[in-house]
């Protein structure tokens, strides 16, 4: 090679490629642009790959070897930079083959627009087939702005999907990169997907040329791609790592769509790849956890991208099939605090209100709670997710009233929601109140009061009932009375003593919303909300009946309760019902389990009969689900078999016994109104008749 310095230093890792090597580097050797050099990185191959490098450096003084240990293709690239001695740098991978222009015309490219950084497209290759595809893009040339060259600041909402982060399709300055020391990552794979999205933060200038210059091997088994089963981790530190340095530039809120749409289509692309359960495992689980809290939050928040919102529910879908659909919305729910109560005063009473598309109720409950005669209470607004003005009418409420806290977040159930309101509360007690019910003025200041003096863990109280329309009021009549307790019950008890009594009397209510309960009790009991579930609250009430030292009942009706269409209460039985029990049994099977031996006879014996309740009432719901739909994926897979023997088979062998038993009637029947069974009849009366003398 002659003195000078090349225009393009072209940098290649090699590692056992022997295959396709040849075809690749005579694709660089016949570029049109002849003042480059040819950084072969051998990265400790152990097939032909050496000679057939060698060979190339024999005949081309552009050639140069450059022999190393094997470290992977990322410490490769970085060394072949270190080594580069051109203008420019190009990364080609060892088993692409590429246009004969591809170098002069981005180097043109480069000059014309005095660009840091020129990209250009690709085709991909399936070498099975021996046919090139178009199925993914390299180039997405309709979101780029309409001038010859850009920066991030022209896309900021598209700038990450432009060009996938393959190196092989972009032109650097190498002075470009000495300057902001952007280097490839050293991950086992996914290892470019930094250094391709640093350098579109970074560059001063970017342009494109329109063209597919390189041909991109698929199903050659020699691609990073292959090896991604083996550490699936990988793209989540590369994403993690941009994001650090899109949050060091102070670029987070200007690009943190286009991040979060990276995000999202990475995550799906890398879980359906992947093609590996235990590796897909991993992934949902490194997402849970706190390391990759900043990409876990992008699930969060819906786009208005059907594309994106396709990678965003299959995600979703993967993480409820592996842990189960309480995980999924966990995974989704980052709650963030839009409104902070200004009241410093310490509260007595925390009031919960979770809210989900309740913008036609949800300012009468408030209101029942902001004229309570307690005035030391805080209010703690959910909003879940809702589609409606919901939130509006919160933040409109939080304005007004110093008491009042708003947090939203993604659509994650009632029971996240209210365990939510768990961990945010501070008063000395916690209630929970339904977004479209209402509460009496005067009812916390004497609950509380009894609960205080009373020194107790959980205060039961009554409700009435109240119907949008008189038609509901006739189909759902016996709901008018229904939260009419008919026993008294005095004195204070420990929870599993009151909840017997309440159960021998028809008196059990599970219903979350008619307790007051001690915050300090639900914090050291640990007792939380089954997530992810309908019905949740017989769980819940179970569990703080059971760990409960101290409750009362006060006869009081002081909740109202709205009866409308489209609550649980009043929904049809879905496979979401049937399966909530049953979640619920297992949650409240486990707590006896743990109390086994513990409780007098008596007790025990109605304890158990409530979980018992629970598994029947599990198998009910499954038998009213209308024209016998069973949607199986409802239930997670950890419960599906067990679901299936302890309840479907159970309710569908009944119905089957059921149905048997009405064709043998029907056949009895049928058999009756014969000719021949009348006439047999006839024949043998005379014969019945001496039988009966005889036995008399």
């Known amino acids: 090679m002659n003195d000078s310095k090349p225009i393009v230093s072209v940098i290649v890792p090699i590692y056992n490629a022997e295959r396709y090597l040849e075809e690749c580097l005579e694709s660089i050797q016949g570029q049109t642009l002849r003042d480059i050099e040819v950084l072969c990185m051998d990265d400790g191959s152990t097939d032909e790959s050496l000679a057939i490098e060698r060979r190339f450096e ?165 691609s990073t791609q292959d090896r991604k089963k083996r550490d699936p981790l990988c793209f989540l530190e590369a994403m993690q790592k941009l994001w650090s340095l899109i949050c060091e530039k102070g670029r987070e809120s200007l690009l943190g769509e286009s991040f979060q749409k990276m995000v999202l289509s990475n995550t799906a692309y890398n879980l359906r790849t992947v093609n590996d359960v235990s590796a897909q495992a991993a992934i949902v689980d490194a997402l849970r956890s706190d390391d990759f809290s900043s990409l876990r939050k992008q699930f969060s928040a819906p786009l208005a991208n059907d594309q994106m919102e396709g990678y965003r529910n299959y995600v979703l879908g993967i993480v409820g099939n592996l842990h189960g659909q309480s995980a999924a919305r966990c995974f989704t729910s980052f709650p963030s605090l839009l409104a902070s109560r200004t009241d410093n005063a310490a509260p007595l009473v925390s009031i919960v209100i979770p809210v989900y598309n309740a913008e036609a109720f949800v300012g009468q409950t408030i209101d029942s709670v902001v004229g309570q005669t307690l005035q030391n209470i805080e209010i703690i607004c959910i909003d879940d997710g809702s589609t409606d003005d919901s939130l509006s009418v919160l933040l409109q409420y939080a304005k007004r009233d110093p008491r009042i806290s708003v947090y939203t977040q993604g659509n994650s159930g009632l029971s996240h929601t209210r365990n939510l309101g768990i961990e945010k509360a501070h008063g000395t007690y916690i209630y929970f109140l339904d977004s479209d019910d209402l509460i009496k003025p005067s009812a916390l200041e004497e609950l509380a009061a009894q609960a205080e003096q009373e020194e107790l863990d959980l205060l039961f109280f009554d409700a009435d009932s109240f119907y949008e329309s008189d038609e509901l009021e006739t189909k759902f009549s016996s709901y008018k009375e229904y939260y009419h307790r008919k026993k008294g019950y005095q004195g204070v008890l420990n929870g599993p003593a009151l909840a017997s009594q309440m159960y021998k009397n028809g008196d059990y209510l599970p219903s979350a919303c008619l307790y007051l309960m001690r915050l300090e009790f639900l914090k050291n009991e640990g007792v939380r909300f089954v997530e992810g579930i309908v019905h949740e609250d017989n769980a819940f009430t179970f569990a703080c009946m059971m760990k409960a030292r101290r409750a009362a009942h006060n006869p009081l009706r002081a909740y109202l309760r709205r009866v409308r269409e489209g609550s649980t209460m009043t929904s049809k039985k879905t496979m979401h019902h049937a399966y909530g029990y049953y979640a619920c049994w297992k949650s409240m099977s486990a707590i006896l389990f743990e109390r086994a031996g513990e409780l007098p006879y008596e007790d025990e014996e109605a304890m158990t009969s409530l979980v018992a309740a629970a598994l029947d009432s599990s198998r009910k719901s499954f038998a009213g689900i209308s024209g016998n739909k069973y949607d199986y994926n409802v239930v997670p897979l950890k419960d599906r078999a067990a679901f299936k023997v302890n309840v479907a088979e159970n309710v569908i062998r009944e119905k089957k016994l059921s149905s048997d038993n009405k064709k043998l009637k029907k056949r009895i029947d049928s058999l009756k109104n014969s000719r021949s069974f009348k006439a047999a009849r006839a024949i043998s009366a005379p014969l019945r008749a001496a039988k009966k003398i005889i036995r008399k």
């Open 58 to 222: 024999q005949r081309d003084a552009r050639f140069r070897v450059i022999e190393r240990n094997h470290e992977g293709a990322a410490a490769a690239r970085n060394a072949g930079l270190q080594a580069a001695q051109g203008e420019y740098v190009v990364f080609f991978d060892c088993d692409d083959f590429f246009d004969p222009e591809t170098l002069e015309r981005a180097v043109c490219n480069a000059q014309r627009n005095h660009s840091d950084v020129v990209l250009f497209g690709g085709r991909f290759f399936d070498t099975q087939k021996q046919s090139y595809t178009t199925d993914e893009a390299c180039l997405a040339v309709e979101l780029l702005p309409e001038t010859e060259s850009f920066t991030w600041q022209d896309v900021p909402q598209n700038l990450f999907q432009i060009i996938n982060p393959a190196p092989w399709t972009k032109l650097v300055r190498k002075g470009f990169l000495d300057d902001t020391g952007i280097l490839f990552q050293i991950i086992p794979n996914t290892n470019d997907l930094y250094f391709s999205y640093a350098i579109l933060v970074e560059a001063n200038r970017i342009s494109v040329e329109n063209a597919s210059f390189v041909s991109y091997r698929v199903a050659a088994g020699t």
